[in-house]
């Protein structure tokens, strides 16, 4: 299980395997969502996610906060197979890597 921590400190434990779903806080309705360039197996994401990006600006996503897991890279960008999809009209097509680098 992951333990899920929105920017209003309510805590929320998901399973692996809500990575990609978007949910909605149950206290302040903020929409989170699980990311990571790889599968994890049940338990593999205890203790992980967390470090997160909020989407800013743009079309789409807005006030999204993408809590970001696991070792692999993240894929960003236009493409619908990437991890974090962003349509803004300035993202490259081909995406870019988000370097994870778990320091603990
Ligand atoms: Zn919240």
Same mark, same amino acid.
Request: with cysteine; proline share 7%.
């Given at each position: 299980?992951?333990?899920? !921590?929105?920017?209003?400190? !309510?805590?929320? %434990?998901?399973?692996?395997?809500?990575?990609? #779903?978007?949910?909605?806080?149950?206290?302040?309705?903020?929409?989170?969502?699980?990311?990571?360039?790889?599968?994890?197996?049940?338990?593999?994401? $205890?203790?992980?996610?967390?470090?997160?990006? $909020?989407?800013?600006?743009?079309?789409? &996503?807005?006030? #999204? %906060? &993408? &809590?970001?897991?696991?070792?692999?890279?993240?894929?960003?960008?236009? %493409?619908?197979?990437?991890?974090?999809?962003?349509?803004?009209?300035?993202?490259?097509?081909?995406?870019?890597?988000?370097?994870?680098?778990?320091? $603990?």
């Amino acid at each position: 299980m992951i333990e899920v !921590t929105c920017g209003c400190e !309510t805590a929320t %434990r998901l399973p692996e395997s809500a990575i990609g #779903t978007p949910f909605c806080c149950p206290h302040c309705q903020q929409t989170i969502q699980l990311v990571s360039g790889e599968a994890l197996a049940e338990g593999a994401g $205890t203790g992980d996610f967390d470090a997160w990006l $909020t989407v800013a600006a743009g079309p789409g &996503l807005v006030g #999204t %906060r &993408l &809590l970001l897991g696991g070792v692999a890279d993240v894929l960003i960008g236009k %493409r619908p197979d990437c991890q974090i999809v962003l349509p803004a009209p300035l993202c490259v097509d081909s995406g870019s890597f988000l370097f994870i680098s778990d320091t $603990t």
